[in-house]
């Protein structure tokens, strides 16, 4: 991976509509309202961003480790799936949770999903374009592939 350092210091508000993201720029003499294209998971990543950086690391572990999906000895049925960002997603009504196995080979699962979300998951035209919509970073997740 890769890593840039960014400075936001100057952006003082994100908001997210109709596909486009907005951002209110502190530009000294004047602040700036300035808007664009991007999808609302692109918000919903600068919100996590936030989080982690203007919260404790001791605060930080512990709200991680009570948010952590209980291990299960349980399997999940997985149904594979037609799309560039996952191999197939399986769902456990018992636990409402939702495993997807990425293209990577990666496999994660997410924490008290829905059953709704599960079913319009299963009938989108774009399973990444949902995943990154309405599960990712809704949701408390974990890999499970034993990978790092």
Known sequence: MKLSKIDLSNVLAVGHSNGLLGLLIDRDSEIEFIEIAAPEAALHGLQMVDFIANTDSAELSAGIESTEIPSSDES?????????????????????????????????????????????????????????????????????????
């Open 76 to 148: 999940i049925t997985m149904l594979p799936v037609s799309s560039a960002m996952a191999k197939s997603i399986g769902y456990s009504e018992e636990t409402e949770t939702l495993q997807i196995e990425f293209s990577s080979g990666a496999v994660y699962q997410y924490s008290g999903v829905e059953p709704e979300i599960w079913e319009s998951l299963q009938d989108v035209d774009s399973t990444g374009s949902f995943f990154n919509s309405e599960i990712k970073g809704c949701y408390s997740s974990r890999r499970v592939d034993g990978q790092l």
